[in-house]
């Protein structure tokens, strides 16, 4: 079974700058999709950015960017000039070409420091 | 953005007592998702369907089931309702399973 690991529980940032989320996950697959998805205060889950494994280019959108690392099986997300909106719950996630079941990770909570 | 909607939104119910969460959309995508969240276990999936009275199970299946009668209706039921269910279940939908999932506002549910 695939699994997402988040190592970093908590993480703290100052307004302005720039911070990276940790995410690495376990597949034998070679053709699969990975996201980022953002869990506000509110708990409304919002997609921020999809991958799809078989690009080399690396998703943004906005202030938000990807380190894909494929053969490391790593996929980081970095928010730069980081606002208050920013604050939330953040969770990786998997999905395999062919598998109808997406994977979390256990979620980093992201804190805003003004 | 996707219409989905769940209800109800809270509800707080006694061990043994049938409970049935709702979800609903207005977007025709064609597979929905039931997932529970929990503090340290991010959200896991419940039972899926794939189209109408097509499901299937999750990770966490065990307590529930589910129905899809219709595109837009997904019903989550917990037969027997047990404290360990005590969690904030999400519905989603997409339209594939390698899409973004559009996710309802949740509904928090408590098992005394």
């Known amino acids: 079974a695939q699994t997402v690991t988040q190592s970093q529980p908590e993480m703290s940032v100052q307004e302005a700058e720039t911070v990276t989320l940790s995410c690495t996950y376990d597949?034998?697959?070679?053709?699969?999709?990975l996201f980022w998805y953002k869990q506000p205060p509110s708990r409304q889950m919002i997609l921020v950015i999809r991958q799809e494994a078989y690009k080399q280019q690396n998703a943004t959108e906005n202030r938000f960017s990807v380190n894909f690392q494929k053969a490391a099986k790593s996929f980081s997300l970095k928010i730069s000039d980081s606002q208050l909106g920013d604050a939330a719950m953040y969770f990786c996630?998997?999905?395999?070409?062919?598998?109808?079941?997406?994977?979390f990770g256990t979620g980093t909570r992201l804190t805003i420091i003004p | 953005d996707a219409g989905i909607t769940q209800s109800p939104r809270h509800k707080v119910t006694e061990t043994g007592t049938p409970v049935t969460l709702r979800c609903h959309q207005t977007e025709n995508h064609r597979y929905m998702y039931w997932y529970r969240q929990d503090p340290g276990h991010g959200l896991r999936l419940i039972h899926y369907?794939?189209?109408?009275?097509?499901?299937d199970k999750g990770e966490v299946s065990d307590g529930y089931s589910v129905s899809r009668s219709k595109t837009e209706d997904f019903l989550l039921t917990l037969e027997s309702a047990t404290s360990s269910q005590t969690s904030v279940y999400f519905c989603?939908?997409?339209?594939?399973?390698?899409?973004?999932?559009?996710f309802g506002p949740g509904t928090r549910l408590t098992v005394l």
């Open positions: 369907s794939y189209g109408v009275k097509d499901t």
């Open positions: 989603a939908t997409s339209i594939t399973s390698y899409n973004e999932q559009f």
């Open positions: 996630a998997y999905v395999n070409f062919g598998n109808e079941k997406l994977t």
């Open positions: 597949t034998s697959e070679s053709d699969y999709y």
